[in-house]
């Protein structure tokens, strides 16, 4: 999405009521997991329709605690790894579970997120689910690059207290500027006049 018409971000509140909303659909779970990429991971859509489980995997068949994603599967050279959220990752784990008894399973070619009638599923139709997802729910300005900008908020406010800068946020979401994660910052006027009364 242009940089010049974002996306909406998501408040905490927004977060947890569409991740509820979700696991009450048919799909519950696969449906929550994509949110979770998404919100938690900082996905982009063709990333998320991209995923394969042995993206998530340890050596053992386990999920792990880091996604390597490839540029491949990325926009650009915008491969890289970022640690799991420990809500995906128990989701991860769920699905893992479902996904291995189904037939012609496979760790290393076998996709993360799959449809009804497929066994993967395309960039459009993952954009096309938060459309859905988010017009249901009456969400105005929102579409799948808002839990990606959310990420990038919310990370950037916490990354210092673990010791961390917005090079490591640049990192995790795949930017080839720091620029580019800058301008994807929600502003925080009440965090503005906390931080100069600070001074």
Known sequence: ?????????????????ISEY????????????IFYFSVKAGLRAKEIAHLKWSMVMNSDGS????LNLPN?????NGGRVVPLNKDLKLNLIKLLKEHSSCQHFSPSTSAIIRTERSKSTSSQAIVNMFQRWYGRLGLVGCSSHSGRRTFITETSKKISTVGGSLRDIQMMVGHASLQTTQRY?????DSQMRVVNLI
């Open 185 to 189: 910052i929600e502003s925080d006027s």
């Open 72 to 76: 491949a599967s990325s926009k650009g």
């Open 22 to 33: 979700l696991l009450t659909n048919r799909y519950g779970l696969r449906d929550q997991t």
């Open 1 to 17: 999405m242009g940089l010049g018409k974002q996306a909406k971000t998501l408040s905490r509140v927004q977060v947890k009521m």
């Open 63 to 66: 999920v792990g605690d880091y």
